[in-house]
Antibody, heavy 118, light 113 residues
Framework: EVQLVDSGGGVVRPGGSLRLSCAAS????????MSWVRQVPGKGLEWVSG????????SYGDSVKGRFTISRDNAKNSLFLQMNSLRAEDTALYYC???????????WGQGSLVTVSS | DVVMTQSPLSLTVTLGQPASISCRSS????????????LNWFQQRPGQSPRRLIY???NRDSGVPDRFSGSGSGTDFTLRISRVEAEDAGVYYC?????????FGQGTKVEIK
């Protein structure tokens, strides 16, 4: 059974940093690109970042470019999102998603809540 | 970025009746490299993560009931539910993954009466 388990969320002050993790199981992790999607509570979905299977090609949405870094460890079947210089508008539920590029979204994690507040 | 516009944004449907959601993209979603159209539909029930229902316009994901169907081409797409059930309540999103960055529609809230 495919599983994506998100972790690492929490409360952080503006300007602070946080690192999200996603533990994958039930499939060959390095066969797939992976992505992060966020959702402000009660609002819609926003694609944040994506990474190819090998980890050498990454992409970011304009709202997080230069502040967030996506990475992966294929040996540990894990996906990461390093979030720096956090702003109040980054407050959201962050989902790990299987797929990047044209194949996208057949499995989602349960989400990790990030709250940026002073 | 490709803008995805859904309509209606809210829909109330009687149990057992059909429902239809429209999604329009600001650019064609035909992927030049392979000729496929990467238009997806997601369902998000209250308190749950999104779940993909449809990929490449009209292909149902495993386990998705056949009352859900997708159609369309180019820039105009539709998700149909043939006979709505209580468990279909939630928000539905179209999403394109043909062009970078992937973009979602605003969501359509479906309520059942």
């Amino acid at each position: 059974e495919v599983q994506l388990v998100d972790s690492g969320g929490g409360v952080v002050r503006p300007g602070g940093s946080l690192r999200l993790s996603c533990a994958a199981s039930g499939f060959t992790f390095d066969d797939y690109g992976m992505s992060w999607v966020r959702q402000v509570p009660g609002k819609g979905l926003e694609w944040v970042s994506g990474i190819n299977w090998k980890g050498d090609n990454t992409s970011y949405g304009d709202s997080v470019k230069g502040r967030f870094t996506i990475s992966r460890d294929n040996a540990k079947n894990s996906l990461f999102l390093q979030m720096n210089s956090l702003r109040a508008e980054d407050t959201a539920l962050y989902y790990c998603v299987r797929g990047g590029g044209v194949w996208f979204g057949d499995y989602w994690g349960q989400g990790s809540l990030v709250t940026v507040s002073s | 970025d490709v803008v995805m516009t859904q309509s209606p944004l809210s829909l109330t449907v009687t149990l057992g009746q059909p429902a239809s959601i429209s999604c329009r993209s600001s650019e064609t979603l035909i992927y030049r490299s392979d000729g496929n159209t990467y238009l997806n539909w997601f369902q998000q029930r209250p308190g749950q993560s999104p779940r993909r229902l449809i990929y490449k316009v009209s292909n149902r994901d495993s386990g998705v009931p056949d009352r859900f169907s997708g159609s369309g081409s180019g820039t105009d797409f539709t998700l149909r539910i043939s006979r709505v059930e209580a468990e279909d309540a939630g928000v539905y999103y179209c999403m394109q993954s043909t062009n970078w960055p992937q973009t979602f529609g605003q969501g359509t809230k479906v309520e059942i009466k």
